[in-house]
């Protein structure tokens, strides 16, 4: 080989391009070209924020899910979490209203509430899991019918309204806007942020990969493992408490059948992202695509009549079984090698 040839070859490494890393990105322009296509109306300013601050429930809740399943677990109470917080969150401000009145502290104090509660949840979902020495997923199945049932029993079986008062002083959260973007957008965007850092570029992180890829090896490795894992949990739990503050201001009430289904996108999301359901690896920015991809075809679902909305979570629930095979059949090619 010529001293020419070597040095192309080994140039080539730099410059090449990481489709599997690009694909939710091209997934998601086809998807807007999709759009585009169907309705003229899809790419019009209003539907466009429409589908981005639809995305930031779900974003939000999937940047902690990715922490969750990079570390080799799951949770599938997160939209019965949510549920119960913006139940528990309603139920406070309203009793608040009599002594404090609707104003801005009677809301903050909902917010802190929504905060302790998420993180305490996700505490729980983290330590009953690594100290019981009970599987993820039995652990957060069980506490999904905790949470959904307490706010079942909040709300007697109907539905808990927030005081008309305190809707007006709270709306903003979510309707508002900073420099024509959408505030549920803007938290988006800094929770992706500070997830991407925490995941790539801190110690955490790379525990996080570890203990995902082999928790024994990490273990041996003088990892921390129950420590680590517990705190991907919390981190789940305060994700789904931020979302919840931006969620309670859009419609003001919560019931039985707040976030029916939430789980199944957050982790849709996570999947179509690129993060490996089985652990080990984890990507933010493809998390954040996979939620806004989601939103996207839930949308164009609204804007045609070929297929009924009501398949939104049969098409959600075929997305994570085709890519959950397409990851597994990566793994293999690469356990060959």
Not at 244 to 268: D, H, M, N
Request: include cysteine; glycine fraction near 12%; hydrophobic fraction near 50%.
């Amino acid at each position: 080989m010529s001293s020419l040839e070597r040095r192309e070859a080994s140039a080539s490494p730099r410059f090449s391009i990481d489709f599997k890393a690009l694909g939710p990105f091209m997934a998601l322009v086809v998807l807007f070209v999709l759009g585009t296509a169907i309705n003229d109306a899809f790419l019009s300013g209003g539907n466009l924020s429409n589908i981005f601050t639809r995305a930031a429930f779900i974003g939000i809740i999937a940047v902690g899910a990715t922490f969750v399943i990079t570390a080799g677990g799951i949770d599938l109470s997160v939209g019965s979490m949510a549920a119960f917080i913006s139940g528990a969150m309603i139920v406070v401000m309203n009793t608040l209203v009599e002594t404090l009145g609707p104003g801005l502290e009677t809301v903050l104090i909902g917010i802190v509430l929504s905060i302790i509660l998420g993180i305490g949840a996700g505490a729980v979902n983290g330590l009953v899991s690594t100290k019981g020495k009970i599987e993820a997923f039995i652990v957060t199945l069980g506490t999904m019918g905790i949470y959904r049932s307490l706010v079942t029993y909040m709300a007697d079986g109907g539905t808990l309204s927030l005081d008309f008062e305190v809707r007006g002083t709270y709306r903003p959260v979510y309707y508002g806007e900073l420099l024509g973007i959408p505030v549920p957008v803007l938290v988006f965007l800094a929770v992706a942020v500070a997830g991407y850092v925490l995941l790539n570029m801190t110690p955490f992180g790379r525990k996080c990969f570890a203990i995902g890829s082999n928790e024994q090896v990490a273990r041996y490795s003088a990892i921390h493992v129950d420590r680590v894992k517990t705190m991907t949990y919390v981190i789940q739990g305060l994700c789904v408490s931020i979302a919840t503050i931006i969620y309670v201001p859009r419609l003001g009430s919560a019931s039985s059948s707040t976030g029916v289904l939430w789980e199944l996108e957050a982790i849709a999301a996570v999947i179509i992202g690129g993060t490996m359901l089985k652990g080990g690896y984890g990507r933010i920015w493809g998390t954040v695509v996979g939620a806004i991809m989601l939103t996207t075809i839930g949308n164009i679902l609204n804007l045609t009549d070929a297929i009924s909305n009501y398949l939104n979570g049969a098409v959600q629930g075929l997305i994570i079984i085709v890519a959950v095979f397409l990851q597994r059949g990566d793994w293999r090619r690469k356990k060959s090698k």
